[in-house]
């Protein structure tokens, strides 16, 4: 069994890699990353979809048909790339299939059990979708081309570029109006004065049409070629156009690119609610503590799958670029029920430190938080920090969070402790760089109850730290302790570097 929980462990290093390279780019909403490359997705599906639709009608000259088939096989293989990158993303394997192992002392029930959920997202809708848009590629099945349509299903992928092209021109409408009909009386214009000017001069304008496509082809500043004035007068005016032109055309892409960067930065700022957000972690408040804490969740192999929202008024704060931000009072119910509270794993509150507000009163707005938390998500974990003992032991308590932190306890007590020794800092450092601390309920290894011994022998690599019976916490257990399916084990997994 150590054999194989060695080569688990080191392909669980090498997953957490891969697996967070693959969330920045596919999950990871809050990032820019995953912005530039869905819009990139997204613009070469919609094109290989739309030149397969040409392919099939015979629409395609025979000297563009090798470019075409580029075009749509660079975006069959980004759909391979992120159907291997979802199908990596759907679970955890390396741990589903720890656990199986220890629990079944069997290899194949414990690869079984760990690609159960592998099966069940290749047996999902978009899955199947992916997998039948590319079957193509294989020479002997070419006739299947046509199937490579189903890849317009993927859109659904990009809901939120969708959405956004809609909300960008829903809110600048009034002004894309205006300048509509602006450039189309000014088209209208010109072309009835180049038509009044070049008809009788000019054989390539016998109608008002051909002077109102002249026009329009000029106003855009593409230039065919194959109509040009004749007259000087002509000149002049199609000069005057071409400015004008410029003009207009600068303002309808000003519009557009503001409305977009504006709207990507209010769906990382906030102000779009996060109604899907699920299994997210909430952060109220914000002090010099959240960046550690953000770092440790986004360095943690189980954790950085997780979404981030930080809470705070203060939009001037220096948040990540990875996390979300709520630009809002945490203290008001409608804030907390903006960012889904109810749907999140965790929620930290901060002792956020505000100008003219003294310990006590930053305290309350800590436990009004963890009321308004409990209330509206009674089951969310949740962790406040407090600035003074006194308040910490009011809310303790009365039960306001599920762990309670004194700002600096801890690290009074590491202080305190390397006085007398001074090597134990270089030994909680280690611990706390170097393992990752991972505490389940024992009923997900075994169903029968076991003693430590029994237990570390079929560990392998991993140390048993500690055992949790109910709240009481027992550490560095002596080996005769009997450890049952309700009670939680704390495992100590090192994370050696690659």
Same mark, same amino acid.
């Given at each position: ?389 006194? %308040?910490? !032991?009011?809310?303790?308590? @009365?039960? #306001?969070? +599920? ?5 600096? &306890?801890? $690290?009074?007590? =590491? ?20 393992? %990752?601390? !991972?505490?389940?309920?024992? @009923?997900? #290894?075994? +169903? ?5 011994? &029994?237990? $570390?022998?079929? =560990? ?39």
């Amino acid at each position: 069994m150590k054999k194989y929980l060695t080569i688990i462990h080191l392909l669980d290093k090498l997953g957490y890699y891969i697996g967070k390279f693959y969330f920045k780019l596919l999950e990871d909403s809050a990032s820019t990353v995953f912005y530039i490359y869905n819009l990139f997705s997204f613009t070469l599906i919609v094109l290989s979809s739309t030149l397969i639709l040409l392919e099939f009608f015979n629409a395609i000259p025979e000297p563009a048909r090798p470019i075409v088939d580029r075009i749509i096989d660079l975006a069959t293989l980004i759909i391979i790339f992120e159907w291997v990158g979802r199908f990596i993303l759907s679970s955890d394997f390396t741990e589903d299939f720890e656990k199986a192992l220890f629990k079944y002392k069997d290899v194949k029930k414990a690869l079984f059990y760990a690609l159960k959920p592998k099966f069940e997202y290749i047996r999902s809708f978009y899955s199947i979708i992916d997998i039948l848009s590319t079957l193509y590629i294989f020479q002997p099945l070419r006739l299947l081309r046509i199937l490579a349509l189903l890849r317009l299903f993927r859109l659904g992928f990009y809901r939120f570029i969708l959405e956004g092209f809609i909300q960008v021109f829903r809110e600048n409408l009034a002004q894309l109006i205006f300048l509509i009909i602006i450039f189309s009386i000014f088209l209208l214009f010109m072309s009835l004065w180049v038509f009044t000017i070049e008809h009788k001069a000019n054989p390539d304008i016998k109608t008002f049409f051909d002077a109102l496509y002249f026009t329009f082809i000029s106003l855009t500043t593409v230039g065919y070629g194959d109509i040009t004035p004749h007259t000087d007068k002509g000149r002049l005016v199609i000069m005057i156009a071409v400015a004008g032109g410029v003009g207009l055309f600068s303002l309808f892409t000003a519009i557009l690119s503001s409305g977009f960067i504006e709207y990507f930065d209010r769906i990382r700022r906030g102000m779009v609610d996060f109604k899907t957000l699920k299994h997210h972690i909430v952060i109220c408040g914000w002090n010099e503590t959240g960046r550690y804490i953000i770092k440790e969740i986004r360095s943690n192999p189980k954790l950085f799958k997780k979404h981030i929202v930080v809470v705070t008024e203060n939009e001037d704060e220096a948040i990540p670029r990875d996390c979300f931000l709520k630009v809002g009072d945490p203290t008001k119910e409608e804030t907390l029920e903006s960012v889904n509270i109810k749907e999140a794993d965790l929620t930290i509150i901060l002792a956020e430190k505000k100008e003219f507000l003294n310990e006590d009163t930053i305290d309350a707005r800590t436990s009004l938080i963890a009321l308004l938390v409990r209330s509206l998500a009674p089951k969310v974990f949740t962790i406040a920090e407090y600035l003074k003992e006194e %308040n910490a !032991r009011a809310a303790q308590k @009365r039960h #306001l969070a +599920n762990k309670i932190i004194i700002a600096g &306890e801890y $690290l009074g007590k =590491l202080i305190g402790k390397s006085v007398i020794q001074p090597e134990s800092l270089d030994i909680l450092e280690e611990l706390l760089e170097d393992v %990752n601390l !991972r505490i389940i309920p024992f @009923r997900e #290894l075994s +169903n029968e109850p076991m003693s430590v011994e &029994e237990i $570390l022998k079929r =560990l392998g690599y991993l140390k048993l730290l500690g055992v949790f019976k109910g709240k009481k916490l027992i550490l560095s257990p002596p080996l005769e302790l009997v450890v049952y399916p309700q009670d939680k084990v704390i495992l100590l997994d090192e994370q050696s570097k690659l």
